[in-house]
């Protein structure tokens, strides 16, 4: 008879075997096996060395700046057709003051906006339209130049203006040249700045747009001076009163400047018409028996007295 042995009992209870889950990799190493992957690794090697061989590569080849179809000459640069009074040589005179370079390639992207700066700055010129690169290698500028209506005259001399009252060169003018302009007479002032800037003075810019105003009668009408009109002591655009004087020495009180917008003053166009009428009608401002005094500044009618005699005469 064979005798089993209980290995149980004999070995005691059998202890359970738990198994645990794999350890993650720290955050470390997965980083560390993404980076050192050869698809990553080849990536870095490529920008490093794109890195530092573009700029010898790029150095090596030629500047597309200095091509010849791309290059002009500074003395190339046009400009639209100045009047008359604008000095032949303002290209030039921009160019030098600027201290544009010789030579200018079209490549460059600040040079439109360099040379449109050095024109604005000349005091001929008002704006600058546009400036523009064409190939051949040329650059156009479009300008809106000043223009003279009237000189200043003041104990230091005679200052030319436009229209707004900004002052002009006034080397750029002969005598007999400012001798063909109205004159602006009686002024106490004297220039704020330098030519391209406003005079400063409202009975200088409400003088100049009477100027301007009269720009295409003056001749005509054989007129001289504007000045203020002596009894008036206010220096403001809305209250200063003008006058114009002929040649022959009559003089015409024109009111206040164009734009003061007054109640019950005439517009410049009602003020021209009774001076085209009066001129027609008479001959002249100092016919028959001149110099006289016209007052157009009524509603209902012109005046005039001689001024060297007493009394007025009503004219319809």
Same mark, same amino acid.
């Given at each position: 008879? &064979?005798?089993?042995?209980?290995?149980?009992?004999?070995?005691?209870?059998?202890?359970?075997?738990?198994?645990?889950?794999?350890?993650?990799?720290?955050?470390? %190493?997965?980083?560390? $096996?993404?980076?050192?992957?050869?698809?990553?690794?080849?990536?870095?090697?490529?920008?490093?060395?794109?890195?530092?061989?573009?700029?010898?590569?790029?150095?090596?080849?030629?500047?597309?700046?200095?091509?010849?179809?791309?290059? /002009?000459?500074?003395?190339?640069?046009?400009?639209?057709?100045?009047?008359?009074?604008?000095?032949?040589?303002?290209?030039?005179?921009?160019?030098?003051?600027?201290?544009?370079?010789?030579?200018?390639?079209?490549?460059?992207?600040?040079?439109?906006?360099? +040379?449109?700066?050095?024109?604005?700055?000349?005091?001929?010129?008002? $704006?600058?339209?546009?400036?523009?690169?064409?190939?051949?290698?040329? +650059?156009?500028?479009?300008?809106?130049?000043?223009r003279p209506v009237a000189m200043v005259q003041v104990d230091s001399g005679m200052y030319p203006i436009d229209p707004q009252g900004i002052l002009l060169p006034p080397s750029d003018f002969s005598?007999?040249? &400012?001798?063909?302009?109205?004159?602006?007479?009686?002024?106490?002032?004297?220039?704020?700045?330098?030519?391209?800037?406003?005079?400063?003075?409202?009975?200088?810019?409400?003088?100049? $747009? +009477?100027?301007?105003?009269?720009?295409?009668?003056?001749?005509?009408?054989?007129?001289?001076?504007?000045?203020?009109?002596?009894?008036?002591?206010?220096?403001? &655009?809305?209250? &200063?009163?003008?006058?114009?004087?002929?040649?022959?020495?009559?003089?015409?009180?024109?009111?206040?400047?164009?734009?003061?917008?007054?109640? %019950?003053?005439? /517009?410049?166009?009602?003020? +021209?018409?009774?001076?085209?009428?009066?001129?027609?009608?008479?001959? %002249?401002?100092?016919?028959?028996?001149?110099?006289?005094?016209?007052?157009?500044r009524h509603w209902q009618e012109i005046s005039r007295r001689p001024l060297t005699a007493g009394g007025f005469r009503s004219l319809r």
């Amino acid at each position: 008879m &064979t005798k089993r042995t209980n290995t149980k009992n004999s070995t005691g209870p059998r202890k359970r075997q738990i198994k645990l889950p794999p350890a993650e990799p720290s955050k470390v %190493g997965q980083l560390a $096996r993404a980076l050192f992957r050869p698809s990553v690794l080849l990536g870095l090697a490529a920008v490093i060395l794109a890195c530092v061989a573009l700029p010898i590569i790029q150095r090596s080849l030629p500047d597309p700046t200095q091509r010849d179809e791309y290059l /002009t000459d500074r003395n190339a640069i046009t400009v639209n057709d100045p009047p008359h009074w604008v000095p032949r040589d303002l290209v030039e005179q921009v160019l030098a003051q600027a201290q544009i370079p010789e030579t200018l390639s079209l490549l460059d992207d600040d040079l439109t906006s360099r +040379i449109a700066q050095a024109f604005e700055h000349h005091p001929w010129v008002a $704006r600058v339209v546009h400036v523009q690169k064409s190939v051949p290698a040329q +650059i156009n500028v479009e300008l809106e130049y000043r223009r003279p209506v009237a000189m200043v005259q003041v104990d230091s001399g005679m200052y030319p203006i436009d229209p707004q009252g900004i002052l002009l060169p006034p080397s750029d003018f002969s005598v007999a040249e &400012t001798k063909s302009y109205p004159l602006i007479v009686d002024v106490k002032s004297t220039p704020r700045g330098s030519a391209g800037t406003p005079w400063g003075d409202p009975l200088i810019f409400g003088a100049a $747009r +009477i100027a301007d105003s009269l720009s295409t009668h003056w001749k005509d009408f054989d007129l001289q001076k504007i000045r203020r009109i002596p009894q008036t002591s206010e220096t403001s &655009t809305e209250t &200063t009163f003008y006058e114009l004087v002929t040649v022959g020495g009559s003089r015409i009180l024109w009111g206040r400047a164009p734009g003061a917008d007054h109640p %019950g003053e005439l /517009t410049v166009e009602q003020k +021209i018409g009774r001076l085209q009428r009066y001129h027609s009608d008479f001959g %002249g401002f100092d016919e028959p028996h001149g110099p006289y005094e016209i007052d157009i500044r009524h509603w209902q009618e012109i005046s005039r007295r001689p001024l060297t005699a007493g009394g007025f005469r009503s004219l319809r």
